[in-house]
């Protein structure tokens, strides 16, 4: 391993194709998420806690927010470590960033999967 | 019309040698190239300017360097056309300064030996030769005519990040025999193209299209060859 691949895996096929197709679920599971928070009122014609919190005691709906919330986190993780990849030239540096960057990639995951579980 | 060329000097058996610029004025005429105007100051004025030269036609790929800070051929680039009282001339980016405007071009040729450029097929060869069709041809025709001038690989913002990576000059030259209908040498070929230093450093940043003297759709082809390593994994 060179000094310059220190502290990141990621950049190869895996990483490419599946950034890809995690670019074009989150694209769609935003729409899904817009439409479904902001804009549709299931009954009495406004979006209440009450409506939210039925709608996300449905365990199909709950996956769904955890799976959008896992698949952003990855999806901006891998990008942000290739930007890491291509401008972070100092190894030491680098490990810094990269440590932040996972921490701020646990925290969010562990955050987000919280309020979804917890809130139902 | 008078003018004036900056150009990048480096000598290194100077003591403490540094780049810097010197400038030179050349009377120049209709038709006349950035590399007959280097030949002019070289032969005229300074004999101690170094650079590459070799057919002066856009064939040998040797003149290519910074020409107003675009990579090009020297002796494709028409002086008058450019319409500037000041040309600068840079070596190509990225790459070691031996002197002046001449580079090492080892790392280049070592990252394209990598792709194995050249075709692979243990088959036993027919009774003639092994045919395409028109059709097939087609498909390589553009990688056929690089003439490795480096242009595009030393403009890669990703090559100049890493100097690992193997550069959008030996994908091209991937991309020619993977699409080759009579090559079978996929699988050699993908250890030094299916990693971080190979094909998934390339951004498509487009600077390898803009910096091509023969206007090869160089981001095409590495596109290509991205969706056939994606489909035979996966």
Known sequence: ?120 | MQVTFKISRFDPQQEEAKQHYKSYTVQTSPGMTVLDALNEIKWHQDGTLSYRKSCRSGICGSCAMKINGINGLACETQIEPMKKKTIVLDPLPSFEVIKDLAVNMDPFFEHLAAVKPYLINEEPPPDRERLQSPEEFKRISDPIACILCMSCTSSCPSFWTDPEYIGPAALYKAYRYEFDTRDKGSEERLEALDNRHGLWRCHTIFNCMDACPKNLKITHGISLLKRKVIAEKY
Do not use: C, K
């Open chain 1, 1 to 120: 391993m060179s000094d310059r691949d220190r502290g990141i895996r990621s950049g190869g096929a895996f990483s490419w194709f599946f950034q890809r197709i995690s670019g074009v679920f989150l694209l769609l599971a935003l729409l899904v998420h817009f439409w479904v928070l902001h804009f549709s009122a299931p009954d009495h014609g406004e979006i209440t806690f009450g409506s939210v919190m039925e709608r996300l005691n449905n365990p199909l709906w709950r996956a769904f927010d955890i799976l959008f919330v896992v698949t952003a986190v990855y999806h901006a993780m891998n990008g942000a470590l290739l930007i890491v990849q291509d401008y972070i030239r100092a190894t030491g540096l680098r490990m810094i960033v990269v440590a932040g960057l996972w921490i701020g990639a646990l925290y969010f995951l562990i955050v987000g999967s919280m309020t979804i579980l917890g809130l139902a």
